[in-house]
């Protein structure tokens, strides 16, 4: 059974930085592209930054040049750093794993608020 489990999330200022790790068991991580959503104002989920099983990373734009993903194919964790977090950051943030099928971890809340 494919699990992601997503933790460190919490409540910060703005600013402040914060490093999301999502942990994947039961699928073959290495050849997953693995990413992080958050859900949209219109309660759709939208694209943070992604990382293809090659390790190239791609972002949207509002998170370029603040948030860092990686991966660590030893520990089947794929992590996301957050950097300069501002109040339109703040969302549930969504593990996702993608290669035949796409899996979906169950959220961490960020909220980023003085």
């Known amino acids: 059974q494919v699990r992601l489990v997503e933790s460190g999330g919490g409540l910060v200022q703005p600013g402040d930085s914060l490093t999301l790790s999502c942990r994947a068991t039961?699928?073959?991580?290495?050849?997953?592209?693995m990413g992080w959503w958050r859900q949209g104002p219109d309660n759709q989920r939208e694209r943070v930054a992604t990382v293809s099983a090659g390790s190239t990373s791609d972002y949207a734009d509002s998170v370029k040049g603040r948030f860092i993903i990686s991966r660590d194919n030893t520990q089947n964790t794929v992590y996301l750093y957050m950097n300069d977090l501002k109040p339109e950051d703040t969302s549930v943030y969504y593990c996702r794993a993608a290669w035949k099928d796409t899996f979906w971890g169950q959220g961490t809340q960020v909220t980023v608020s003085s």
């Open positions: 039961g699928l073959a991580f290495n050849l997953h592209q």
